[in-house]
């Protein structure tokens, strides 16, 4: 085979992959999950009716609905050494995301063995290890999983041991549809390389969890959060806002290398976030954070004319997850909540035809040179 000797860092604008999962058009602004417009499907599905579809290529019937429920409500009991690391972990008072990945690892002593069963297992098991922890680090005891709740009422319910109202779950759910899948982004493709080896779900989704974590993939959310906070009020917005920019600070929340529209999963979150404010007597954060909005857009344009740097989906999954009561230490660990759905799909779709990956890389290094005894050295 003929050496590909054209370098593209980050990978950008090479196609790796084919996938029936999710299409992401950044110039046209659209987002399609397993077929369906992200705003078609994302205010309306269940949680488990996404992952039905992603996982099966088909919204579920009736019957098989009800039994994916029940086999993600009887996966949800967390291994008893899977709970000794989080108690260690906690201790440490380790970050979420290295909890996280640490008792997903461990998730091999409770694997099925077949890919299916374990995509099954990694989907309950991470909001059950993100809550637990959760609880375990602000010293109180994990919830019992109740299994007449549905995936996203329990995972609020084992956060905070009190029964959702209809309202909130129907916001986490949207907040979790809009994050299911979002093409080959650095997680997604991570799982797909580590399963692509024929290794196992457990190891792909550890490995993603890894690269999810890094800033520059799930960690926007608390930062836009914190500077809605910062500003404080409508009067320092502007004065505040152009500071940032002239020390040459980026807008947390805005701008996306793919989408030089609105993002649509902004748009989608941007009308589950009003009742909720409306509900939680938090209003006056929602109008700040909306003005805030409107001005970074206008000020944007301005100092970064012709950008295109629009409201990207994190600033509003950032305001749905404190709109639930959700701490910013967990909006990363709710993001793989919703993303372990695509993770696990992409790795049945990559298993189904699978090659490994192994693509070249251009050797920079010297050529000539010749070995020198220690001695010499
Ligand atoms: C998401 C992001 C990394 C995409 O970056 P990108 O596609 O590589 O964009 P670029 O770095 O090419 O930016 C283009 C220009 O806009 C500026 N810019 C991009 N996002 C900006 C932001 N949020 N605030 C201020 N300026 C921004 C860049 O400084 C650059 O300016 P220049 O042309 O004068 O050098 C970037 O927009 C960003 O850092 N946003 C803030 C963090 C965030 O919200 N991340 C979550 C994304 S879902």
Known sequence: MRMETTFRAGLEGVVAAQTRLSSVDGDRGELLIGGF?????????????????????????????RELRRQLAGLRRVPPATLDLLRAAAAGRLPA???????????????????????????AQVPVLVAA??????GQEPVE????????????????????????????ETYLNTAADHGLNASTFSARVIVSTESDLVSAVTGAIGALKGPLHGGAPGPALDMVFEIGSRERAEPELRARLERGERLMGFGHRIYKVRDPRAEVLARTVAPLYGANGQGEVYELALHVERLAVRLLEEYKPGRGLQTNVEFYTALVLHGLDLSPAL????????????????????LRSNRIFRPQSVYTGATDRRWVPLEER
């Open 331 to 350: 909006f990363t660990p709710t993001f793989a909540v919703a993303r372990v759905a695509g993770w696990t799909a992409h790795c049945l779709e990559q």
């Open 97 to 123: 995301m290295e909890a996280l990945r640490m008792a997903v690892g461990s998730l091999s002593l409770a694997t099925s063995g077949d890919a299916q069963g374990d995509a099954a297992l990694l989907v």
């Open 145 to 172: 999983p109740d299994p007449g709740l549905s995936h996203a009422a329990s995972y609020l319910y084992l956060l905070t041991g009190r029964v959702p109202s209809p309202e909130a779950v129907r916001a986490l």
């Open 133 to 138: 922890y959760a609880r375990l680090l602000q």
């Open 37 to 65: 417009p992200v705003g078609e499907l994302a205010p309306r599905a269940r949680f488990e009716e996404v992952v039905h579809l992603l996982w099966h290529g088909d919204l579920p019937a009736e019957a098989e609905l």
